[in-house]
């Protein structure tokens, strides 16, 4: 995901005036804008770590499109594709060349045993209606906008209520949590590193990603990192 320099989320009046925060929607947006590279043929080349195993990952992002590859011991490579829109999710896997249906309740699958599934890579939530702005926190020592958002009625999918934390002066997420119909929370993403590949162009290097117990909060069952090495210029497969 690259993080784009988005300053407009933290214009200030005056040098004296309190920061003047923007829509939820717009903040939302601004973040959506800076997970994505700039161009499909610029790939992301990393791995899923978990209690000493390592999954090569490749993802290939532009806005609404994102395809993504993963190979594990023993196993071919696997390659899927998403097309997300504001009140659908198309996920596709590409099987001997010909371009076949995920199944929508198989996006909370686990990736590879990990704590990553499909709905996590796609970072479904970002494209959901009617975010809700409810305040400035800090995530660590940085200040973020905090959104609530809810899924839609009769959307696929794991969370019901989600909240991102969204850098005040870079527009980029900094922590997402989600969480059940009872409220609990089962995952947590938190961003630990990032590196900067060009001009005001910068891009995850490393996540943690929490699987969470819904009853005790708080308590982390498993943990996978999510790590990049600099982007690579190789396209991906097209969709047929």
Known sequence: MIFKSLLACAMLATATAQTVAPSAREILEGARISATLTKLDEGL???LRKSG???????FLKGKDIQFQFTQAGSPLRVFHMRIAD??????????GKTTDFPAAKIVE???GTDLTYEDLALRFFYWPN????????????????LR?????GAAGRYEVVYVWVHTKYGAF????????TGGKVKEFQVEDVMKVSENVWTLRKMQVATCDPT??????SITDLVFDAPRKTAPRGLR
């Open 53 to 59: 195993t390592t999954t090569p990952i490749t993802l």
């Open 216 to 221: 005790h909060e708080g308590r982390r069952i």
């Open 131 to 146: 975010p809700q702005l409810e305040g400035i926190e800090n995530v660590g020592a940085e200040p973020c906008y905090k």
């Open 174 to 181: 900094m922590k997402i949590t989600g969480h059940d119909k």
């Open 87 to 96: 009140e659908s999710f198309n996920l596709f896997e590409m099987i001997d």
């Open 149 to 153: 958002v809810d899924k839609p009625r």
């Open 45 to 47: 080349s990393g791995s």
């Open 110 to 112: 686990s990736i590879a």
